[in-house]
């Protein structure tokens, strides 16, 4: 696994979270049974990197956003998944509010 990837090891984080196996996972994407677990083994080791589209899949069955599997940090996908369950309107109240508190 490359260190500078960020992606095995949010996959395999918001998996377990969801409490699904490799397996399950990979069919409810909608790989074949019969691979399904071997191949999302490869991409929790990093051996092979999913296409954005599996990623998207991957994203939506396990209710995080696409971009938490690109956060470097666990504040950061926490942070990401936060934001993302926030209205357009509260979205846009926290961008004010961290404006005013950074000084941008």
Same mark, same amino acid.
């Given at each position: 696994?490359?260190? $500078? =990837? ?5 996959? /395999? $984080?918001?998996? /377990?979270?969801? =409490?699904?196996?490799? /397996? ?7 790989? *074949? *049974?019969?691979?399904?677990?071997? #191949?999302? =083994?490869? !991409? ?11 990623? #998207? #899949?991957m994203a939506e069955e396990l209710d995080v956003p696409?971009? !938490? ?18 209205? =357009? $309107?509260?979205?846009?109240d926290l961008i004010d509010a961290l404006k005013k /508190?950074?000084?941008?």
């Amino acid at each position: 696994m490359q260190k $500078d =990837n960020p992606i095995p090891a949010r996959l /395999k $984080d918001a998996r /377990k979270k969801a =409490n699904i196996t490799q /397996k399950e996972l990979g069919v409810r994407i909608g790989m *074949e *049974e019969s691979s399904a677990s071997g #191949r999302m =083994n490869h !991409y929790e080791k990093g051996r092979h990197i999913p296409d954005i589209s599996t990623l #998207r #899949r991957m994203a939506e069955e396990l209710d995080v956003p696409l971009h !938490y599997f690109f956060c470097e940090d666990d504040v950061s996908a926490e942070l990401v998944c936060a934001v993302d369950k926030l209205s =357009n $309107d509260d979205k846009l109240d926290l961008i004010d509010a961290l404006k005013k /508190k950074s000084n941008v």
